[in-house]
């Protein structure tokens, strides 16, 4: 079971209206499809949004998105793509890979696994290189098949931070943990979850740090654990 918040009254949804307000509506997300989703995932091994966003630009531009086309494609040019992140060797091979298995298991098309019932979709997803149940879920969310909250670090750690769930020393169990505490609170829509992923990830990035976080300037400070419990430190100096 997920450890009680210390402040059962605050919801998370007012805390999403102030980051709302903080950082203004997200817009919807730019890819939304399944397969170009997993293509986005791995296009360029631990690159930033903008280089990322710049690798799947070059690979919609030169190569194209679909798996033929990119089975088709030159190791050249593939391997360009991949230098937008580290290791672009390592990038190209994924980008195949993933390719000839939406060929040889899907025949080209993963949309189909958008209608198959939560548990079966996400199996069929994590055949994906980089693609574990998280991921699934997103791309699941991104599409709007299924109405599945989904985490990313940022969103954990922020998540842990306001007192949902419980730091364990596994991530996993740090994920259920958090997503079992938080989900009663969430809406239950597509749209509201893709919003509340979006808001609570970029408070993530740019606020909540993981190191050195900015809580003076966070509007979610009141009624937060951790906030609080730096200041009960701070006290005892």
């Known amino acids: 079971m997920p450890e009680r918040r210390q402040n059962p009254d605050t919801s998370i949804r007012p805390r999403i209206a102030a980051l709302r307000k903080l950082y203004g509506k997200p817009k ?11 293509l986005w995932e791995n296009v360029a091994y631990l690159a930033n949004e903008d280089r990322r966003a ?5 690979l919609r531009q ?22 937008r992140g580290i290791l672009p060797g390592n990038s190209a091979a994924k980008l195949r890979e993933i390719a000839e298995i939406a060929v040889s298991d899907f025949d080209g098309d993963l949309r189909p696994v958008l209608k198959l019932p939560l548990k079966e979709a ?24 299924h109405p599945v909250f989904s985490m990313d670090s940022n969103i ?7 007192g949902y769930g419980k730091d364990e020393k596994s991530y996993s169990a740090s994920y259920r943990s958090a997503r079992e505490a938080v989900s009663p609170e969430l809406p239950k829509d597509s749209d509201g979850l893709i919003e509340a992923y979006q808001l609570l990830r970029r408070h993530g990035q740019e606020l909540c740090k993981r ?21 009960a430190g701070s006290s005892l100096r």
């Open 156 to 162: 954990l750690r922020v998540l842990l931070r306001l």
């Open 62 to 83: 030169k190569v194209g998105l679909e798996p033929k086309k990119i089975l088709a494609a030159p190791a050249g040019a593939l391997h360009e793509i991949g230098r």
């Open 122 to 145: 996400r199996k069929a997803l994590r055949k994906f290189p980089s693609i574990g149940d998280p991921a699934a879920e997103k791309i699941l969310l991104f599409a709007r098949s």
């Open 211 to 231: 190191s050195r976080p900015l809580c003076e300037a966070c509007p979610l400070r009141r009624g937060c654990a951790y906030y609080r419990s730096l200041a």
């Open 54 to 58: 710049e690798a799947f630009a070059m």
């Open 28 to 38: 919807p997300p730019a890819v939304t499809h399944p397969f170009e989703q997993i």
